[in-house]
């Protein structure tokens, strides 16, 4: 997802401005709306081979969208493109890429199948998005509606014993707590981190504590945010809250507490950590480089810190008191894909 680098926009220019003086800071979410739907009604039908992921690992919002696919199984029908962890003014890059170009698409620059969907598209250059590889241009970029369609309109070839991230029984209470967790924790931080002012700072600071208090109490009692079994509520969660102690602690300035001492979510982000399809999609170095590197005129000489400790994110959480069954009636993910697994020396998994 993108953020831009100007007041509408701030998160993909190296250098830009990601804070506006005097002013809060508001995301802009207007998306290409267009779906990769089962029936095709909008001019992208679900077709194993024809679709390729791009999602960096360092943008919280990407990395949803790999948890679910891999979560869903579905690797072997919708690749993924990985591009590296900072950008300029123009685009997200393909610089892990050998040459510097994404082996599926060809392309340097995520922008170009932007414009080949739109010459003249105005808004952001944001991850994640599914490209149609049969014509090299973008098929959406709506980042909340592309996990909820992985779940729903790619159903037909999910693996065997995938688990059901959007339980009937629950929708409601799915709905509910997503709406606020994004606008009070997901874009929480973003928004104190790029508040403009002491007084936009201290009402998005207030209101990321309220949540996060909130969501430590409910967390006390109960192993997962909704029902008994993971759900897209808990991918959704769980993306910002490992960038919370080494990114938006500090960087962001959401510095009451470190995630490590809260002890529910502390624990709660562990245990996701420590659960196949959560903390082996991570890459905390790629987390750091973006932030501090890209965001100039929050860290001006980009210095990016050493800390903090990772160990922890390996140690006992003691969750299983709580009960719950992870997967449902469903099986873990199997082994991390070959050319998809995190570079060793950026994760505390071994």
Request: aromatic content about 10%; glycine content about 10%.
């Amino acid at each position: 997802m993108s953020d831009t680098a100007t007041s509408e926009n701030p998160e993909h220019s190296r250098g830009g401005t990601y804070s506006v003086k005097g002013k809060a800071y508001t995301r802009d979410t207007r998306y290409l709306t267009t779906r990769v739907t089962a029936d095709g009604a909008e001019g992208y039908p679900v077709e194993p081979g024809r679709y390729r992921l791009v999602a960096a690992r360092a943008c919280p919002w990407a990395n949803r969208a790999i948890i679910v696919r891999r979560l869903l199984g579905l690797e072997d029908v919708l690749s993924l493109g990985l591009p590296g962890p900072t950008h300029d003014e123009r685009s997200w890059t393909f610089d892990l890429d050998p040459d510097g170009r994404d082996p599926v698409l060809g392309i340097e620059r995520l922008q170009e199948a932007y414009f080949r969907r739109d010459p003249e598209y105005p808004r952001g250059i944001t991850v994640p998005a599914i490209v149609d590889t049969t014509t090299g241009e973008v098929a959406t970029n709506d980042f909340a509606q592309i996990t909820l369609d992985l779940s729903t309109e790619w159903r037909a070839h999910h693996r065997d014993g995938a688990p059901d991230l959007l339980p009937e029984a629950h929708r409601d209470e799915l709905e509910e707590v997503n709406r606020r967790v994004f606008t009070e924790v997901n874009n929480g931080v973003y928004r104190c981190g790029f508040a403009g002012g002491q007084e936009a700072y201290d009402d998005a600071y207030a209101r990321l504590w309220t949540a996060l208090d909130w969501l430590e109490e409910r967390l006390s009692g109960q192993r997962y945010l909704v029902g008994d079994t993971i759900t897209e509520a808990d991918v959704r969660l769980f993306t910002t809250l490992v960038r919370f102690d080494p990114v938006y602690h500090g960087h962001f300035k959401c510095n009451r507490n470190k995630l490590s001492e809260m002890p529910a979510l502390w624990g709660y982000a562990r245990d996701l950590f420590q659960t196949p399809g959560f903390g082996d999609t991570v890459d905390f170095a790629q987390i750091k480089s973006h932030y501090y590197e890209v965001h100039r005129d929050l860290n001006p000489n980009g210095i990016v810190p050493s800390g903090p400790d990772l160990s922890g994110w390996g140690t006992a959480h003691g969750r299983e008191a709580l009960g719950g069954r992870p997967f449902g009636d469903g099986t873990p993910p199997g082994a991390v894909a070959d050319g998809e697994r995190v570079d060793p020396a950026h994760t505390p998994l071994r």
